[in-house]
């Protein structure tokens, strides 16, 4: 006998059932949709490619000269403003040179007074000569009379370089450029007691009429651009010109060319120091700024693929081919240069290869790929 809560347990028990089977019917198709996706794929090809790279860089003048007095005093003139451009040569300070005139004219007073005790030394020693000669005066008067005369030569000596070192010093009481640059900070002023101890230098010349910029890359950049000219003296010879990215975002007007590559590799950081040379005819840089150096590097009929056809595994990276319809995962090797939107393929893809060029990273090993 079919009762009233009979037939509501039925209804019911249809429902789940229903239900069940709908979840199951979507279940598949999603299944279906996954394991079919649709992936823009591209044939592997070459083709030339220029990579520009960043690098952290700081500025410096050609010769950077820290200006520190030789002698003792209180400045008693400032002869040059912050940010002058000197020439070399020119008077920069001038320190109190009244303690070393009188040190000279000393000096000097003392040369002739040991002029006058030679010549009188050398007239006895000349008589007792001519004395000893005639008998009147004994060998020990001739002898301490020589010696007398070899006393005062050494006393002129001596008188004369006491001159020499008392003229230096008043001359560098005239503290002057020892280059053409630019005049840097001056933390002393006139009445300022200075010494060749002070903390800071008087100031510091920068020759910038060219610029020095150092900047660093790791070794694999190192060995991917020696790989890439042949040799280090090949790279340096052939490497086109770069530029210079200021602080400012803006990119200088001026092109710069490396100079030179360090030939040590730093142990803590793993890079190796690079310096390169840039022009400054408006003196817009300055010793002490920083930027980017931009390094452009060509490869020549190369194989290029987006970075969004890849994954990166740790230290690897992978593409997916396209083999028989289904996706291959195939390990490739890449230039340790890029833009952060290609790669430089150096291993691991042939010319004719399908790859799947866009969401790399959905993909999974012996999906259908259509």
Same mark, same amino acid.
């Given at each position: 006998?079919?009762?009233?809560?009979?037939?509501?347990?039925?209804?019911?028990?249809?429902?789940?059932?229903?239900?069940? %089977?709908?979840? %199951?019917?979507?279940?598949?198709?999603?299944?279906?949709?996954?394991?079919?996706?649709?992936?823009?794929?591209?044939?592997?090809?070459?083709?030339?490619?220029?990579?520009?790279?960043?690098?952290?860089?700081?500025?410096?003048?050609?010769?950077?000269?820290?200006?520190?007095?030789?002698?003792?005093?209180?400045?008693?003139?400032?002869?040059?403003?912050?940010?002058?451009?000197?020439?070399?040569?020119?008077?920069?300070?001038?320190?109190?040179?009244?303690?070393?005139?009188?040190?000279?004219?000393?000096?000097?007073?003392?040369?002739?007074?040991?002029?006058?005790?030679?010549?009188?030394?050398?007239?006895?020693?000349?008589?007792?000569?001519?004395?000893?000669?005639?008998?009147?005066?004994?060998?020990?008067?001739?002898?301490?009379?020589?010696?007398?005369?070899?006393?005062?030569?050494?006393?002129?000596?001596?008188?004369?370089?006491?001159?020499?070192?008392?003229?230096?010093?008043?001359?560098?009481?005239?503290?002057?450029?020892?280059?053409?640059?630019?005049?840097?900070?001056?933390?002393?002023?006139?009445?300022?007691?200075?010494?060749?101890?002070?903390?800071?230098?008087?100031?510091?010349?920068?020759?910038?009429?060219?610029?020095?910029?150092?900047?660093?890359?790791?070794?694999?950049?190192?060995?991917?651009?020696?790989?890439?000219?042949?040799?280090?003296?090949?790279?340096?010879?052939?490497?086109?010109?770069?530029?210079?990215?200021?602080?400012?975002?803006?990119?200088?007007?001026? @092109?710069?060319?490396?100079?030179?590559?360090?030939?040590?590799?730093?142990?803590?950081?793993?890079?190796?120091?690079?310096?390169?040379?840039?022009?400054?005819?408006?003196?817009?840089?300055?010793?002490?700024?920083?930027?980017?150096?931009?390094?452009?590097?060509?490869?020549?009929?190369?194989?290029?693929?987006?970075?969004?056809?890849?994954?990166?595994?740790?230290?690897?990276?992978?593409?997916? @081919?396209?083999?028989?319809? @289904?996706?291959?995962?195939?390990?490739?090797?890449?230039?340790?240069?890029?833009?952060?939107?290609?790669?430089?393929?150096?291993?691991?893809?042939?010319?004719?290869?399908?790859?799947?060029? @866009?969401?790399?990273?959905?993909?999974?090993?012996?999906?259908?790929?259509?």
């Amino acid at each position: 006998m079919i009762t009233t809560d009979n037939c509501k347990k039925w209804w019911q028990l249809m429902g789940f059932v229903s239900c069940m %089977m709908w979840l %199951m019917s979507c279940g598949k198709s999603t299944e279906s949709q996954v394991s079919m996706g649709n992936y823009e794929t591209m044939k592997v090809i070459t083709s030339d490619k220029a990579l520009t790279t960043a690098y952290s860089a700081t500025i410096r003048g050609r010769q950077d000269i820290d200006i520190y007095p030789q002698v003792s005093g209180t400045i008693q003139e400032l002869c040059v403003a912050e940010g002058e451009k000197v020439q070399k040569g020119q008077t920069l300070f001038i320190i109190d040179q009244v303690p070393y005139q009188a040190a000279l004219n000393t000096a000097e007073a003392n040369v002739k007074s040991a002029k006058a005790s030679l010549a009188t030394a050398k007239l006895t020693y000349e008589s007792n000569k001519e004395l000893r000669a005639q008998n009147v005066v004994s060998d020990y008067t001739l002898r301490t009379s020589e010696n007398s005369y070899l006393t005062a030569q050494a006393g002129l000596a001596q008188a004369e370089a006491q001159e020499v070192n008392a003229r230096n010093n008043l001359s560098y009481t005239v503290v002057k450029s020892p280059s053409a640059g630019v005049v840097g900070t001056l933390p002393y002023r006139v009445g300022a007691l200075v010494s060749a101890s002070i903390p800071q230098p008087l100031t510091t010349i920068s020759d910038n009429s060219s610029m020095y910029v150092y900047f660093s890359m790791t070794e694999n950049q190192l060995l991917s651009l020696v790989r890439q000219y042949g040799t280090l003296d090949s790279a340096l010879m052939q490497m086109p010109d770069i530029q210079l990215q200021l602080n400012d975002q803006s990119l200088y007007e001026e @092109k710069g060319r490396i100079e030179s590559i360090s030939g040590v590799i730093d142990r803590q950081t793993g890079t190796v120091s690079i310096r390169a040379v840039f022009p400054n005819p408006t003196r817009l840089l300055h010793s002490g700024a920083s930027g980017h150096v931009i390094l452009p590097s060509t490869y020549e009929d190369c194989i290029v693929i987006p970075q969004e056809a890849t994954v990166k595994q740790q230290d690897k990276v992978l593409v997916y @081919k396209v083999v028989d319809g @289904k996706a291959v995962s195939t390990l490739i090797t890449v230039a340790d240069i890029d833009d952060g939107r290609t790669y430089v393929v150096t291993g691991g893809l042939a010319v004719g290869d399908e790859i799947v060029a @866009k969401g790399a990273g959905l993909v999974r090993e012996g999906q259908p790929v259509k």
